[in-house]
């Protein structure tokens, strides 16, 4: 059975950051694209970031671009959100997801397989 499990979310001020993570068990992803998504309240999920299965490859939505870094751990069955210089409107819940597929080019949330439950990202004005 596929879990995904996110940690590192909380409260942070404007400017300041937060560092997400998301281990995966069950299978192996060394060879799947992983992902972050986004929800806030009244919104639809939205694409963050995505990773390629070797990490070569990596593709931000443009709200969070030269702000956020996504990596993948060295046992490729983790994937990790660096969030920098947050804002009040990055506040979500954040959702880390894989899919069967390698290509990280994939942003729509329909192309992910398996999802984490979501971890709470406050930033305070």
């Known amino acids: 059975q596929v879990q995904l499990v996110e940690s590192g979310g909380g409260l942070v001020q404007a400017g300041g950051s937060l560092r997400l993570s998301c281990a995966a068990s069950?299978?192996?992803?060394?060879?799947?694209?992983m992902g972050w998504f986004r929800q806030a309240p009244g919104k639809e999920r939205e694409f963050v970031a995505s990773?390629?299965?070797?990490?070569?490859?990596?593709y931000y939505a443009d709200s969070v671009k030269g702000r956020f870094i996504i990596s993948r751990g060295s046992a490729k069955n983790t994937v990790n959100l660096q969030m920098n210089s947050l804002k009040p409107e990055d506040t979500a819940v954040y959702y880390c997801?894989?899919?069967?597929?390698?290509?990280?080019?994939?942003?729509?949330?329909?192309?992910?397989?398996?999802w984490g439950q979501g971890t709470q990202v406050t930033v305070a004005s």
């Open positions: 069950g299978r192996t992803f060394s060879n799947s694209a």
């Open positions: 990773i390629s299965g070797s990490g070569a490859y990596t």
């Open positions: 997801a894989a899919r069967n597929g390698n290509s990280a080019s994939a942003l729509a949330a329909m192309a992910y397989d398996y």
